[in-house]
């Protein structure tokens, strides 16, 4: 039967002339190639013809590459703004060591809250199984990060790794960092119109605002001052009580 020659070349090709002399044997050397793919044991062949004073009984041998390394997986860190409506956020995963592979590579990922948390509406769950095709290095988990106008820190979610196929875990856990992208809010002050009545006391409420919310405690001082029009309000008039606080 013919022996075929393997798909992928991992030796340096070599020929020549062997010289026994007057020995039953001599070691004839090959040099096979090193690198970090995992990948099935591998064989090539050695041919040999055009004997001289002897006959060739067997013509090829054989020579085999053995596989000796793991397949880790890893998770990365990737950033995305959380933006002002909901987004994409795909977290890479990549093997270790840029270690590819024959085979089909699985694993089943989940989210889980960090400084980012679902109950602040922050991202969406996400769970399920990540397939990483042969000789490729990378795959992408796709988490959903709700757009907001709060104004907050950088928030970080953490994906998990578990239950790998045809790979071992190097690194089982990575955070998605959601970048801030709204400002600092600003305060403004609403003008209020009331009517004095004829005795006592009447509220004037004025609406202070901010532009957007915030995930800090806000606090601004206010004082009470006489009008400056032609017919200021005073407090020597006894028009108003003077007021003044945070």
């Known amino acids: 039967m013919e022996r075929r020659r393997p798909p ?4 340096v090709v070599a020929s020549g002339t062997l010289n026994i002399g007057a020995g039953t044997s001599l070691p004839l050397n090959v040099q096979t190639i090193a690198d970090t793919k995992f990948e099935g044991n591998e064989t090539f062949f050695v041919n040999l013809t055009n004997a001289v004073n002897a006959t060739i009984s067997d013509n090829q041998g054989q020579g085999h590459d053995q596989q000796r390394r793991r397949r880790p997986v890893d998770v990365d860190w990737p950033r995305q703004r959380e933006r002002r409506g909901r987004g994409d956020h795909q977290r890479g995963v990549h093997r270790h060591a840029l270690n590819t592979t024959d085979q089909t590579v699985t694993v089943a990922y989940q989210t889980a809250d960090a400084f980012a948390t679902l109950a602040n509406n922050d991202y969406q769950f996400a769970s399920g199984t990540l397939t990483i095709p042969p000789k490729t290095l ?15 820190a950088n928030e970080t979610y953490a994906v998990n790794l578990s239950s790998p196929v045809n790979a071992t875990i190097a690194s089982g ?15 403004s002050i609403a ?26 405690v806000i606090t601004v001082g206010y004082t009470t001052v006489d009008g400056n029009s032609s017919t200021p309000a005073t407090t020597a008039n006894s028009d108003y009580i003077a007021a003044s606080g945070s």
Request: no cysteine; net charge negative.
């Open 8 to 11: 992928t070349t991992t030796y």
């Open 138 to 152: 990378t795959g992408t988990i796709t988490v959903l990060v709700n757009g907001d106008t709060k104004f907050e």
């Open 173 to 187: 856990q990575g955070f998605g960092i959601i970048s801030n992208d709204d400002f600092q809010p600003t305060v």
């Open 191 to 216: 003008d209020v119109k009331v009517i004095e009545g004829n005795a006592g006391t009447v509220d004037a409420v004025l609406k202070v605002s901010l532009t957007n919310a915030s995930y800090q």
